[in-house]
């Protein structure tokens, strides 16, 4: 049973540092993964998706690297900003077992100024 | 612009009572979702379907009916039966296709008075 961890739960930062967001996975038979940003009370914006047989994708400051061989994803924020103060989840789509994609908990995100 | 609407934004449940939340895509998308997010936890899938006029139950369906008639649309029923109905209920869709990511709606947060 694939199961999709985020550690850690929450982390503060200074403005201007660059960071690292790390979601694990157990099972490495994925179709692809996908990262998403939740501000408080709102739904999810997807960030960066990347696909089994990619290794990273890149999108303005942000970065997301897949290492399917050792059940590893990193979302690399540069430059942090105070509006980067968000929950960023991790989602994986299984390659097997049907159609239920598995979701992180989360990383609460909170950049100071 | 294409998207996911979730409506209402806001809803009050009485004891006992069924409540329908709306989520209408004009992404043709052929799949559809409905997550329940608690504080602190993660997202649990709750029904999906991924053709019209066919749903599968998720991990806690229990309490919860969906049709879908349309393939732009996925209301999801709260039942009386289901007994902790409190939480933010999520929308989501996306193509058929298994290489594609999620687009979610903004959600509906829902409170038993």
């Known amino acids: 049973k694939q199961e999709v961890t985020q550690i850690p739960a929450a982390l503060s930062v200074p403005e201007g540092e660059n960071l690292v967001l790390n979601c694990s996975f157990t099972?490495?038979?994925?179709?692809?993964l996908q990262w998403f940003r939740q501000d408080p009370g709102k739904g999810l914006t997807s960030l960066l998706l990347?696909?089994?047989?990619?290794r990273e994708q890149t999108s303005g400051r942000l970065n997301a690297s897949l290492d399917k061989s050792s059940g590893r994803s990193t979302l690399y924020i540069a430059a942090s900003q105070p509006g980067d103060s968000a929950t960023y989840l991790c989602a994986v789509r299984p390659g097997t077992g049907g159609f239920k994609t598995i979701f992180g908990a989360g990383t609460r995100l909170f950049v100071k100024a | 612009d294409g998207g996911i609407t979730q409506s209402p934004k806001y809803l009050f449940r009485k004891e006992g009572q069924n409540v329908t939340l709306s989520c209408e895509q004009n992404?043709?998308?052929?799949?559809m979702y409905w997550y329940r997010q608690d504080p602190g936890q993660g997202l649990r899938l709750i029904y999906y379907s991924q053709i019209v006029n066919d749903f599968q139950k998720g991990d806690i369906a229990e309490g919860y009916s969906v049709s879908r008639e349309k393939k732009e649309s996925f209301p999801l029923t709260v039942t009386s039966a289901q007994k902790n109905p409190t939480a933010f209920y999520l929308c989501?869709?996306?193509?058929?296709?298994?290489?594609?990511?999620?687009?979610f709606g903004s959600g509906t947060r829902l409170t038993v008075v």
């Open positions: 990347i696909q089994s047989s990619q």
């Open positions: 989501a869709s996306r193509p058929g296709q298994p290489n594609y990511g999620y687009t």
């Open positions: 992404l043709n998308h052929d799949a």
């Open positions: 099972d490495s038979a994925i179709y692809n």
